[in-house]
């Protein structure tokens, strides 16, 4: 895209992450004191050669102790600041400095003589461009995150200067190549009006961030030359537009629309409040539960806060994600038993360990696969690995004794895997009888249909199961034969005609047999299919708690 002259001001164009818009000066990182550079992904500073391997070592090694503790520090930060799932970015970072392949790398080029910093760079350096070369979006958007690990050792190194803060008292929008997430998370919300930068994709992890902390942002965009730091600027993340020295009336159209969605914004909020109570029941009498989504124990206060009526769909993999080792039974059962006492007998369905494919931890074992999406995950890795399946089983059942809890299996797609599932949960119970520990005899199983077989065999799976959730993600993508991961497929999950025909003939079945049906994948959150699901007679809508109460409206105005 070119940038477009427009009289004095310049447009430029990039990917906007959020609706919000901002306006003020526009001021660049400064290259010395920034530390990603500008042009490279690793530029190398001063180096000395002249130590011994032996001493490199151990600068290296008591450096690689310091980040990781700043690290851990910096998860909390993001903890307690933005919320678990931002948190475990920064966990990950922590065993990505650990991770075997990276110090082998790093202790091999010191061996051969480099200096720590040159050492650390070459490794990930290597690491980098491996994962770039890959030309995938979400790997693309990993990199970054190689950078800020790298950028952190270097800092201890003393080869980098840690303030990247800009001489200037007032606010501002910073522009930047890019930005990792440990730069994103520590960006001060009082100076900085929004960012943009020339890199980065929406499912970078600095754009998630800069989402969750409510920050105007538009990624990937057009070069911005560097004269122009300091000029005023509007910036429009909702149409990724950004524009440089703004004409008089371009800057007052830009704040009239900002002013007017101010006061939509705050009107709009008291009449969602106002919808808390509502029974979500369209008009012609069809009653919907509406749910949340959460990833974590922390998520449940805002799923509350926004008239949760239960948890449709909880990732128990994030947690698995954010560790070094599998979580133990009782960490697992403490954690579970927080969710289930704080929803006070409303639904909680478990969704059991979802991991392979874009969802990794080292300690998994997963081998790397041609095909991911189309390999070993969610059922099939549990069915393979028994003991940490009973872990979790045994921790969910021990749960369900403090209120209602369901179980709900992922990327099912034979009768053969819900059978040897169930003689699972069999010897899981059986185990806990022998100990003498609690849990809901009655307890309700389900599972997610996210195969095209799941959906088309939903009358043999009905009779078998207790309700279904349909996970629209997967589904479009194994539906549409389009990649969830690469955007230049993305297009094709636009058209979910074939995904909804898939859902009614569903619905009917599980209908028929005295079961119900939910949705808890993205469609379930998009307001242009509210109507629709809602007339198949899908009986519960599982979203993230922002989304709860826009999608209660919508079904209330539903026919
Ligand atoms: C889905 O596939 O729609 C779903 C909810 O599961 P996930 O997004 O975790 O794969
Ligand atoms: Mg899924």
């Known amino acids: 895209m070119s940038s477009l002259d427009k009289g004095k001001s310049t447009v430029y164009f990039g990917v906007g992450i959020n609706s919000k818009k901002a306006h003020g000066k526009i001021r660049f990182y400064n290259e010395n004191t920034h530390p990603v550079s500008q042009n490279e992904a690793f530029s190398s500073p001063t180096v000395k050669e002249t130590r011994s391997a032996e001493s490199e070592k151990a600068r290296f090694f008591k450096a690689l102790e310091k980040t990781v503790e700043k690290t851990k520090k910096t998860a909390n930060l993001a903890r307690t600041e933005i919320g678990e799932d931002e948190a475990q970015i920064f966990e990950i970072h922590a065993m990505l400095l650990e991770d075997e392949d990276f110090l082998e790398s790093v ?77 994103t998370v520590r960006l001060d919300k009082n100076k900085i009006l929004g960012f943009i930068t020339f890199s980065g994709t929406p499912t970078s992890h600095a754009s998630i961030l800069a989402k969750a902390m409510g920050i105007p942002a538009v990624v990937g965009a057009q070069k911005i030359p560097t004269e122009y730091d300091g000029k005023y600027c509007l910036l429009d993340a909702s149409s990724g537009k950004i524009t440089v020295a703004p004409s008089e009336s371009e800057k007052r159209e830009f704040l009239k629309m900002c002013n007017q969605e101010k006061r939509i914004d705050t009107e709009h909020d008291k009449y969602m409040r106002s919808l808390l109570n509502t029974p979500a029941v369209t008009r012609s009498g069809h009653k919907v539960m509406i749910y949340a989504n959460i990833g974590a124990k922390n998520e449940v206060d805002g799923a509350l806060l926004n008239g949760a009526e239960g948890i449709g769909l909880y990732r128990s993999e994030l947690s698995y994600l954010s560790r070094r080792a599998q979580p133990t039974e009782d960490e697992l059962y403490s954690e579970y038993r927080e969710v289930v006492e704080k929803m006070q007998g409303r639904r909680v369905i478990i969704r059991t360990l979802d991991v392979g494919a874009d969802k990794q931890a080292p300690y998994l074992g997963i081998e790397k696969e041609e095909n991911p999406s189309l390999g070993f995950r969610g059922v099939r890795f549990c069915l393979e690995n028994k003991n940490m399946f009973l872990i979790q089983l045994r921790a969910i059942l021990r749960a369900s004794a403090h209120g209602r809890v369901g179980i709900m299996i992922p990327m099912i797609s034979t009768l053969d895997e819900l059978r040897r599932t169930r003689l699972l ?93 939910g949705v808890c994948g993205e469609m379930a959150a998009d307001l242009r299919y509210t109507q629709e699901l809602v007339s198949i007679g899908v009986d519960e809508l599982s979203v993230s708690p922002p989304y709860l109460l826009g999608i209660r409206q919508k079904v209330c105005d539903s026919k």
């Open 107 to 183: 202790v091999s080029a010191l061996e051969s003589g480099l200096s720590a910093e040159r050492a650390v760079e070459k490794s990930a350096e290597d690491f980098y461009l491996q994962l770039r070369a890959l030309g995938d979006e979400y790997l693309s958007a990993r990199a970054s995150d190689i950078k800020d690990i790298a950028g952190g050792l270097l800092l201890e190194l003393g080869s980098k200067a840690e303030n990247c803060e800009i001489e200037d008292d007032g606010q501002y929008i910073l522009v930047s190549e890019d930005l990792t997430p440990s730069q």
């Open 425 to 517: 949960i069999k010897e899981a119970m059986d185990e806990l009888l022998l100990r003498g520990q609690g849990y809901d005899k009655s307890i309700e199983l389900g599972i997610m249909i996210e195969t095209p077989a799941s959906a088309i065999m939903a009358d043999a799976f009905a009779k078998e199961v207790d309700f279904f959730s349909v996970g629209t993600n997967d589904l479009l993508q194994y539906t549409l034969a389009a990649d969830r991961q690469n955007s230049k497929v993305s297009h094709l999950t636009e058209e979910a005609e074939a995904v909804l025909r898939l859902i009614k003939n569903a619905a009917e079945a599980i209908h028929e047999n005295d079961g119900w049906i």
